[in-house]
């Protein structure tokens, strides 16, 4: 039996490996990490991926697969230069995990997301991007599981560790009128008992699952509570009036959390978020209190730091990704070649385009000022997905090159148009303040160039 865990390195995952060894003692556990790792134990063997990469991911992926788990969420920053949304990065590593994993006819995938609201509503990104990726994952039609969580409490939680930096630094704590929303906090081993449980038992095959360690509380006496349990005396000021995008701020500027992680949780707690009954595998523990349920924690004055590796720094490398509804009827292929004929047109008479043997040629003017020089792929590229690896020009950095992609994406709702891991030659800040924003005003000048033509295209059809 072969197991794959993507996030293993993470605080959930790291504690999943022994419960699922547990369950199913002569598996083999594949855990993809961003990082090198060595295991003592001969069932676990680290691999260090890159899941922006998919050709990275098959590599590391045995030939058969049972189960998948998919832990992962990017949150955080993956470049020194991010242009994109963390949605559509979310999107990206799915996507690459769905697509490495059909040629080894897994029989579950399991991913561990967020609760949504009861009520019709708009959803913030951080909601979205959770929906989103469920909606690709069955888009695979391979047997998915979704747990659905709130709070994780724990130490190492990402989300209790800014709640704890809160209580730390703020001896009086300005509560806005958000403080008041529901949500339904749970515990470590709930989360892994859970997940174990639901682990290739086909009953549980195509099932969304929420969890709950403790009856749903408001985040305000979720505060009052924590700064109880680990004996801090706090103040606390109810104001009615306190926008998001100020608390979004405040939380930023007092944890010191990455702006990417704590921007996205905090627009989501506008909306109370609670587990409900009819999803739920167990019986919810609606008897137990947050109380309780943080007693079971070590003590905070004995907790361990944490012993993670030192994550690589991101040099001078940049990703972006823009997100393109799809013109009607057209494909990620389309797409591609629309883009190669459209860039010199909007940069007439300046830009031109030479195409040979697969290579395509931006060069100023001449052929001998090449700006960029790409390689298409014809292995990796299909109507879904068209790869072009950048190879050389004056544009490029010598040392490094990257690669543009052209990636369809929600059943081919959307197209999303990346750049990985390129490399500027021109000096960084100057590169940040001239390419950069010329390539971000380019993109949208083309989305709306797609847009256009998407009309044309049902006009023609008469559906409009």
Known sequence: MNIVIAGASGYIGSALIPVLLKKFPEAHITALSRSVRVSKDKRVTWSECDLFSLKSLELCLPPTVDLAVYLVHSMGPTARLDQGSFKDYDLILADNFSRALRKTETKQIIYLGGLAPKKTCQLSEHMESRLEVESLFSSYKVPCTFMRAGVIVGYEGSSFKILLKLIGRLPVMVCPAWMQTLTSPVDLDSVLRQIATVSLDPKHYNKTYDMAGCKPLSYLNMVKDTA?????????????????????????????????????????????????????????????????????????????????????????????VQRIETPWGKDSSWMQQEYINWLPKFFSPFLKVFEENHKIYFAFLIKKFTLLELDFSTDRSSHRRQLLYIRTGLLVSENYKGRLEFRSVLGGKYILVAIHNFRPALPWYIYRYTQAKLHLFVMRRFAKHLKRKSKAFKAAEGLI
Do not use: Q
């Not at 944890?255 to 627009?267: D, W």
């Not at 349920?293 to 012993?307: A, C, I, M, T, V």
């Open 228 to 320: 109880e349990f680990i004996n801090k005396k706090r103040y606390f000021i109810n104001v009615p009036y306190f926008s998001l995008k100020l608390s979004k701020l405040w939380v930023y500027c007092v944890t010191g959390a990455p702006k990417n992680l704590v921007y996205p949780l905090i627009e989501s707690l506008k909306h109370d978020m609670v587990a409900s009954e009819e999803r739920a595998l167990e019986t919810l523990p609606l008897h137990r209190s947050y109380k309780e349920l943080l007693n079971e924690l070590p003590d905070f004055s004995d907790r361990e730091k944490s012993k993670r590796l030192p994550s690589k720094k991101h040099k001078k490398s940049v990703r972006s």
